[in-house]
């Protein structure tokens, strides 16, 4: 008998129901690690957080988080900006992320600086370009294949002219074992495609875990050589195994 993947009633559902049986999904999930003792990131996860913090720098004005998750980079990103709005479909995310600030040396004022808020990464309830920056890790393979392009439409108007989107998400081509949840996974040339739909005009991805960022043409060559000679050892080598794009508006 066939394994029972509780995402099919998300993949099969109509546009009209997927954002109430998407939030019960995620609710379900987090209602589980709200019993739980908290522990901070694993040094993979805090690396990560790392090299995001440096790509996105300090100085801005407002950063928006999509799919916060259990807020460990909202947390993380408290220098990086005067104001964090963290989201994400699941409420009981928003108060596991919320209670794990305890976690985190930080004082009254970094704290101010964030609010929460339960929202669907494909219907924001936000200004216009009202943020310097959107990050969203380890969400956008979570959406329905018919919402990416909405979703991404929403990043778009939020964000400022010269806003960036930065995304980190597996490779659809990096050989990636099926999970139950992942129900949309693309290449770096096929975000890149859906991206240039949404109005962002310039991608640039770090060739390796590291600094400085490179226009991200170079990415797809290295995922279209590595996916013709079929060696897929090389892809986490390669660094390409995932995808992390910083979309320009």
Sequence with gaps: MAAVNRFDDLVNAPAGDRKQIAERLYDES???RLGQSFERPNKRRLERIALYKQIIGTGNRCILELGC????????LVGSAAKIVATD?????????????????????EIN???????????LDLPDAGFDW????????HLHPDDVDRHLREVWRVLQAGGNYLMWCPNGLGHHEDREAHL??????QWTEKLTKAGFRRFRSTMTSRLPLVEARWKIAL???????RIKVLWSHLGIRN???????
């Design 223 to 229: 995922e279209t050589i590595l996916s013709r000679s």
């Design 69 to 76: 998750g259990s807020g460990d980079l909202t947390y993380a």
């Design 243 to 249: 995808v992390l794009l910083v979309a320009t508006k």
């Design 134 to 141: 959107a990050v969203s890790t380890s969400m956008i393979e």
């Design 184 to 189: 949309t996974m693309l290449s770096y040339k």
């Design 30 to 32: 987090y209602a589980k």
């Design 89 to 109: 479909i699941s409420a009981n995310a928003v108060e596991l992320a919320e209670k794990r600030k305890e976690l985190w040396s930080l004082q009254s004022g």
């Design 113 to 123: 600086k964030i609010e929460f808020q339960p929202m669907s990464a494909v219907q």
